[in-house]
């Protein structure tokens, strides 16, 4: 048996403890929950099912959707404006039920962080700080029901439940023996640029379907046969958005005049440029300068991802906005966001 060089101490590699483990499984779970609420969410905004339940936190008064025709004909009394529309109404309670059950497991978790808060890898304040973001994310649930889906507030819940799954997949994370990684600070770096324009092209994602300008631009790559046709961006990108009563009872179908949402769609193709060029730029540096395999193999991950988005996007355009196509498309922005929180996280490792 070889000796080991004298001069030298070595440690023996101790695992994570069994209530670590137990920590990062449910962790592991809500992140998976959380991407079927985000995807489900979108899903629910893009079949316009946001005002399937005109109240809150219930249906019609109700903690489920009316079904006996006594209940549906008392539901449509109260709410006269809101005719039931079953199919809209249970996408839109099952989206609550699936928030609500991820509710009480973040709280789960911040109480084993708690408890485990002796545990020398057990992160405790992020899994508390959870809790109170995802109780301003169920405020935002509401508001965006009782505002009548008004676009800031849209916007909002949709980065709430990004940040909630971001921050779930950090805590989930188990990363490998710090020896697989890249330690490169400027590729860390990068990855944190990267990181921040996909954010932003997010909320500019998120923009864009709450004020209905998806297809603002029914061509590719020219936009109304044009380049750059005529866009208001002061109007396109005013936050407060007045509703007028007299004219609409809600913001469903979207409130913005054509230049308007033109100035949107024309941003968010600008914005996808952007990303699509960091984060091949990105990738290509992970693929030359990182001695990681699970490093390298991020980097393959992030492109590829990337560009299926952009294919999503134009088939988008070019098929008159599908309802699975744009609901793909918003969990592909979620898996972008995953991945390049992995590539970053893997990065922060020292060598």
Known sequence: MAKRPPGKR???????????????????????L??????LGAYTRLSDAGLGCPDWPGCYGQISVPTTASDISTA????????????????????????????????????????NR???????ALPVLLVPLIV????????????????????????????TLALLWWLAMTPARERTAAGDPLLAKASLLALLVVI???ALGGWTSSNYAALACPDFPTCQGAWWPEADFESGFDLHHPLDMDLLSDYAGGVLEHPARVAIHLSHRVGALVVVFV???????????SESNAVAQSGIVVMAITLFQVLIGIAIVSLGLPLLL????????????LSLLTTHRLLRLKP
């Open 10 to 32: 070595y440690y023996r590699y101790r695992g994570p403890s069994a209530a670590l483990i137990r920590f990062k499984k449910l962790a592991l779970l809500a992140t998976f």
């Open 34 to 39: 959380t991407l079927a609420v985000v995807v």
């Open 76 to 115: 449509e009394q109260a709410y006269p404006e809101r005719p039931l529309e079953p199919a809209k109404a249970w996408i839109e309670m099952v989206h609550r039920y699936l928030a609500a059950i991820l509710g009480l497991m973040v709280m789960a978790l911040a109480l084993m962080a708690l408890l």
């Open 118 to 124: 002796k545990e020398k890898k057990q992160p405790v």
């Open 136 to 163: 301003f994310q169920a405020l935002l649930g509401m508001w965006t029901v009782t505002l009548l889906l008004k676009p800031v507030i849209v916007v909002a819940h949709l980065l709430g439940g990004m940040a």
């Open 200 to 202: 932003a092209q997010i």
């Open 279 to 289: 984060n091949l730029i990105l990738g290509f540096g992970l693929l030359a300068r």
């Open 326 to 337: 744009a609901t793909a498309h918003n969990a592909m922005a979620a898996l972008l966001l």
